[in-house]
């Protein structure tokens, strides 16, 4: 039996360097959490999008047959010709095929939000859009510091920065004697009866030339210590820009969201007068066509920068590292 009395810091270190591997571990696990919230979010708010496309191409379709009924009736009365016909059944056809289109790539991000959400679906399903966040802070200091504090990646290298710490202090502690203890028990002899033997002692170890391999090994470590902390500045220069372009992000799909509210407000107008213009002979079926397209455009524009501004909002809490709770690993109480 033998029991290490004194090692100069060599168990201290081994201790320390786990109890941070064990702290970079669950960071790293918090991380996956994580990101795996974001790719559902991200998912989901695809699906929504591909939802809310094929109710604008609905609407598309439906004014598009009115467009052809109002073409039919007038080339019937003698006030147009068959090209204002002609013309609105292959702007109909047109919406059918783009509906069929964006319905196909609905299917296919259903099928990545199963995957995400890792499961799989056999019956059909549709998304509701969450309440819009009423708390966001958009300033780029406070989003940062916030990031740096928070980041569950930052942590992690942070940790395993300092268990590469504990190996060159452990390597360093090999340079130094060992102290130990040894004690032995038997009972033994030849004949009966048995004799009771026993022996304590203690053994001083001291490394003298080993063809420098302590050195080498301590020096390997404190390279491998530097690579962390390099690679740990790389990613906090990093979090920075992701935070920063996030926001801005964020800012310019508001104001195209806001945009395209208007515009589309202002197509759904031109698309009225133009076809009262048809219908009293003043107006063209290629006006009325040229602002159904502009109508059904401005509505898939809105759609889409709504579906980005949602994704960008996602991305920056992930950025920020909120976007999960560290303690419950849930999905905080102020989102959505």
Known sequence: ?????FSFGRR???VSQNRHLYKAARSQHRRTLQDTVLNVEKAFFLVLKDQNLVEVDDLTID????QEEVARIRYKDGV???YDVLNARVNLSNARLARVTDKNQERIDRLNL????GVVAHGSYRVVAPSPISSLDLNPDRAVSRALSLRPDLQTLTEQALAQKQVVKFNQAQFFPT?????AYSLDSEFFPLVYNWSVGTTLTVPIFN???FVHQTQQARAQMRQMLFQREDLRQQTIVEVRSDILNIRT????VAADTEIVDQARQNLYLAENQFRVGTGTSVAVTQAERDLASARANLVRDRADLSIAVAQLRHDQGVNLDPVTHQIPKDLP
């Open 1 to 5: 039996m033998s029991e290490t009395l």
């Open 12 to 14: 201290r270190s081994q």
């Open 63 to 66: 004014d598009y047959r009115l």
């Open 80 to 82: 147009a010709t068959s």
């Open 114 to 117: 199963d995957r995400a959400m």
């Open 179 to 183: 102290v130990q203890t040894v004690g």
């Open 211 to 213: 063809g420098f391999q």
């Open 253 to 256: 799909y508001r104001q195209k």
